[in-house]
């Protein structure tokens, strides 16, 4: 079960098994190899796993199975599996002969203990040859030579001699035939160089996704034959390589372990060793207009930064996050924790209940945008492209100047009256494009109803109150998403004029005021903050020259005494209020 060049060729254990059959009167029926394969895993171990399903099935041949030694069921870094296959044969009646052992395989006390040891020193006979080739290849790596993996895109392999002197260009999966020889990267063809120059050229400016599809325009194939993806042109704009640096030791997969990238500073880094075909300069002006390029940060380190800002601030927030330089993305602690969450316990900070429902709310609507992403995705193949900014989801038309923001708004009820409102989030730059507005259901793990706005204008911070609130009147109610397909026209320029449509309901930012007594009072500063907003709503209706019916009057007279007794409830609280705090109310 291993190759030529080790130790044991196959040619010397099958004369040793066939020399133990003659000694011991018997003859060999069938073999079973496994040239040139691992014995770390049962995985590709063809012969083996033919040999089991042989002996479990019952369709064997034989009554006795020759094994050269106990290291040939495989070198497992859990040393139970190899017995356990053993223990299928002797299950299955069938005796196991050990052809190079000095014990034999009775069952005995001695022999129970002496194969227990042989399968461990297997197993770390294993670890250590990987620990010595590991520092071998970054011996190697230091040196300047390249130890393994394809050249990339615009480089190529060349051979070198023990003595240092050129070689040649090895080609697509060659291998050097010499062990002394060594391996570096030179530039590839000219016009391979040439788009890869293109490529950092336009990664100043462009995303990965614009930069494949303009080279699939170009007609610049990949060398693998397929057209270029975002993944082709990431591998190429994020690899330091391209500098004349040597890099190894990124991902890591020890013992036929599941691959994994490793932490940064675990990274084999030899600076110019290589001729570059881009400069330093170029290269991180790239990788800092593309933040996802950043090396990976270690658990340890992002911990640490996460008490350093808990003990200058007190708790731990979004915000305040955002407000220490050098404190990484919430995103980057969602990647590694799963969650934020799940970062702030782990860093001593446990959330209050009110933070704990602001949580919930937020993961509810990661959910439903992930479900979303996904129906439109089927609904728009190759059509459209999805753009994910903090909690804004825009859907971006083909042309690539086309834009639909999509806006999730969750539901939940009030605190005194138990009534259902629908929080809508609208961001400025936003509000006059054409918006697709899903409202959830109460328990917030679908979405029940659908409607295309042609421009939002109610304020960044609007609660709704139903299907039949004036604000989604205005637009067009959709029976399912499959419906969008219909609407031939919904896009239009991202930096169109707005045509604004004024809406009697605004937003007014106003002072709590604890309450002196049973019957709640208006403070003076939500009375001015309001009269100002009727003053501008009604100025704004006049400039615009569409006054509202006698029904549609009603319609906002009846959703602003509404909302103004709902403002009104919610001042009376059975804590008083702390200073300064502000909260949103919608009028």
């Excluded at 697509?172 to 063809?189: A, N």
């Excluded at 996704?209 to 610049?220: H, K, S, T």
């Excluded at 045509?499 to 709640?520: D, E, F, G």
Aim: hydrophobic share 35%.
């Amino acid at each position: 079960m291993s190759t030529e060049h080790q130790q044991y060729s196959l040619k010397n254990q099958s004369d040793a098994i066939h020399q133990y059959a003659t000694d011991h009167r018997l003859s060999v029926v069938k073999t079973y190899i496994d040239a040139g394969k691992s014995g770390l895993g049962l995985k590709n171990r063809i012969g083996l796993t033919q040999l089991l399903q042989d002996v479990v099935g019952g369709t064997r041949e034989f009554e006795a199975i020759l094994v050269y030694d106990v290291s040939r069921w495989g070198r497992f870094q859990d040393a139970d599996e190899a017995a356990h296959y053993e223990f299928l044969c002797k299950r299955a009646g069938i005796n196991v002969h050990y052809c190079a052992e000095p014990f034999a395989n009775d069952d005995t006390i001695s022999s129970s203990i002496l194969k227990a040891l042989k399968r461990s020193m297997a197993a770390e006979y294993s670890r250590e040859l990987g620990v010595k080739v590991y520092a071998g290849k970054k011996r190697l790596v230091e040196l300047g030579f390249r130890v393994g993996g394809a050249a990339g895109y615009g480089l190529r392999r060349m051979l070198l001699s023990a003595e240092g002197q050129h070689k040649q260009k090895l080609a697509f999966r060659e291998r050097k035939s010499l062990q002394t020889d060594r391996v570096i990267l030179v530039p590839g063809p000219k016009r391979e160089v040439e788009c890869v120059r293109l490529m950092y050229r336009m990664g100043l400016r462009k995303t990965y996704r614009e930069i494949a599809d303009e080279l699939n325009v170009r007609g610049i194939r990949h060398p693998c034959g397929k057209p270029w993806n975002w993944e082709r042109v990431k591998a190429v704009l994020a690899n330091p390589k391209y500098t004349g640096c040597n890099v190894w030791g990124r991902t890591s997969a020890r013992l036929r372990t599941r691959r994994r990238p490793t932490e940064g500073e675990r990274w084999i880094f030899s600076p110019i060793k290589f001729e570059p075909l881009i400069d330093q300069r170029t290269f991180d002006r790239v990788q800092a207009a593309h933040p996802n390029n950043k090396i990976p940060i270690p658990n340890a380190v992002l911990l640490e930064k996460l008490r350093g800002v808990l003990a200058v601030a007190g708790k731990l927030q979004v915000r305040i996050m955002r407000q220490f330089p050098g404190v990484p993305d919430p995103s980057t602690y969602r990647n590694h924790f799963g969650s934020l969450r799940a970062a702030f316990e782990l860093a001593g900070y446990h959330l209050s209940s009110r933070e704990l429902a602001i949580s919930d709310q937020h993961a509810r609507r990661r959910r439903l945008q992930e479900k979303l992403i996904a129906q439109i995705g089927d609904l728009f193949p190759n059509q459209v492209r999805i753009r994910i900014e903090r909690n804004r989801t825009m859907l971006i038309a083909e042309n690539g100047v086309s834009t639909m923001p999509i806006t999730i708004a969750l539901c939940y009820r009030t605190r005194v009256q138990k009534l259902l409102r629908w929080a809508l989030r609208v961001p400025l730059e936003d509000q006059h494009l054409t918006t697709l507005i899903c409202l959830s259901n109460e328990a917030g793990d679908r979405i029940e109803s659908f409607h295309i706005l042609d421009g939002v204008y109610c304020g960044t911070r609007y609660n709704l109150t139903g299907e039949d609130d004036p604000l989604l009147q205005q637009g067009q109610r959709l029976n399912r998403l499959a419906d969008l397909r219909t609407l031939g026209n919904w896009v239009q320029p991202e930096k169109q004029t707005a045509k604004r449509t004024p809406v009697a309901c605004y937003a007014a930012r106003v002072h709590r005021k604890k309450a002196s007594s049973s019957n709640p009072t208006i403070s003076a500063e939500g009375k001015r903050m309001l009269s100002e907003g009727a003053r501008r709503a009604h100025a704004a209706i006049r400039a615009s020259g569409r006054i509202p019916g006698e029904e549609g009057r009603a319609a906002v007279a009846r959703n602003r005494e509404a909302r103004r007794r709902d403002w009104q409830q919610r001042q009376v609280r059975s804590t008083p209020s702390r200073p300064g705090r502000r909260t949103d109310a919608i009028f």
